[in-house]
């Protein structure tokens, strides 16, 4: 047998091994582990070109945009993969390489992963931060629900709605809540009722389900419409153990359907029964309010009373009469003692009047200096004196 090497081209070499490859059966379904690392991802054209790689060999791979898109999950280098596809030479550059068909991330499911990696990327953004969060209105008068249109979910929000607060209105706004275009028509919906600004709150959700049954409530779209949302939005989906990028954007997340039913109005018993308190409390603030005004309308009564100028001038004029009569009082008394005490100097005086006593025969004699003589050595003889009697004087010569 004839071994002698024939010369061949290179395009025939790589050729040669791409047949043997591809007539490998055993080569067209591989389950392929490893770790992801020289990662392209060429946006425009959807393709994903990386290797994959073990502690000791590393080899190239491939995914296509039609494979690619309905990855759950964005690669990343470093990452454990467990991939599905077939191996091939590339025949230009003679080299093989992994064709991924499939891939899912090595002990974590895809939509775990990429649930983590899109809150990781919104947080970030700060669509989840408290800041931004509006406050639910106390009194809505409009309640828009967006949900399924059939379901126990909706009907328990419009029954507890009804019996809580029957005054408010409720828009529904029916959609699919689960498959392909669940999230599209969430989204819309929030952006229509954000538009149009005919509901004061809005309630999203949906019954419980599995992670697939919510995923269209992890849609980033969906997200966005909620933190652009011009009305507070209260995200409900599934139940109090289930959580989607929806219940960490919204306002406020409601555990269940019916939570957040309870949580978007007020319990009209309660508020009857706040308006009876409150009622109660009025009148007893009226009631003491009334009677603190009597007891100042009395004071000031008294006051009036006290100091009312009518009244102060009666009271003068009474003091004024006490003050007249005591003064009339006063000078009669003091007149009458003045006229007792005169008419008893009058009788002193009358029983001293020298003019009574010359009545009575008695005169006085004066020298003729006037002086009065009160005694014969007062004057000698041939003296010109006076004689003063009662009814007149006489001249006299002391003659002895």
């Not at 011009?230 to 959580?243: K, L, M, R, Y």
Request: hydrophobic share 40%; glycine share 4%; proline share 4%.
């Amino acid at each position: 047998m004839d071994f002698t090497p024939k010369i061949i081209t290179v395009s025939q070499l790589n050729y040669y091994l791409k047949s043997v490859i591809d007539n490998d059966q055993r080569l067209q379904f591989v389950l392929l582990e490893g770790e992801i690392s020289n990662l392209t991802d060429h946006y425009s054209s959807g393709h994903i070109y990386l290797s994959l790689k073990d502690k000791k060999s590393v080899v190239r791979a491939v995914m296509f945009s039609y494979a690619a898109k309905n990855l759950k999950f964005k690669p990343e280098n470093g990452m454990k993969v467990l991939v599905r596809g077939r191996v091939a030479v590339y025949e230009p550059s003679g080299q093989y390489q992994m064709y991924i068909e499939d891939m899912q991330p090595d002990g974590v499911g895809a939509l775990s992963l990429q649930f983590e990696q899109l809150k990781e990327k919104l947080g970030k953004e700060g669509l989840f931060d408290t800041e931004h969060k509006k406050p639910i209105p106390k009194f809505p008068n409009v309640i828009g629900v967006v949900t399924s249109p059939t379901g126990a979910a909706v009907r328990d929000i419009f029954s507890i709605l009804s019996r809580r607060y029957p005054s408010a209105d409720i828009i529904m706004c029916p959609v699919l809540v689960q498959g392909e275009n669940a999230a599209f028509q969430l989204s819309d919906a929030i952006n229509r009722l954000s538009k149009e600004k005919i509901v004061d709150v809005i309630i999203i959700g949906r019954g419980g389900g599995s992670q697939e049954d919510l995923w269209a409530f992890n849609d980033e779209n969906l997200a966005r419409a909620i933190f652009n949302c011009d009305i507070p939005v209260i995200s409900a989906v599934g139940h109090e153990t289930d959580f989607t990028i929806c219940d960490f954007v919204s306002d406020l997340r409601a555990p269940t359907p019916s939570a957040a039913a309870e949580l978007a109005v007020p319990d009209k018993a309660e508020l009857l029964m706040n308006l009876d308190a409150q009622k109660q409390y009025i009148t007893t603030i009226i009631d003491k309010k009334i009677r603190d005004y009597e007891n100042s309308l009395n004071n000031s009564k008294r006051l009036i009373n006290a100091y009312s100028p009518e009244i102060l001038i009666d009271n003068y004029n009474n003091k004024l009469d006490n003050l007249s009569k005591r003064m009339v009082s006063l000078s009669k008394n003091l007149i009458d003692n003045r006229l007792k005490a005169l008419s008893e100097t009058a009788s002193k005086l009358s029983s001293l009047n020298p003019v009574n006593v010359l009545m009575r025969g008695y005169s006085y004699v004066t020298d003729s200096e006037n002086m009065t003589v009160s005694s014969v050595n007062d004057v000698k003889n041939g003296d010109d004196i006076r004689i003063t009697l009662n009814d007149g004087s006489l001249n006299a010569k002391v003659i002895k």
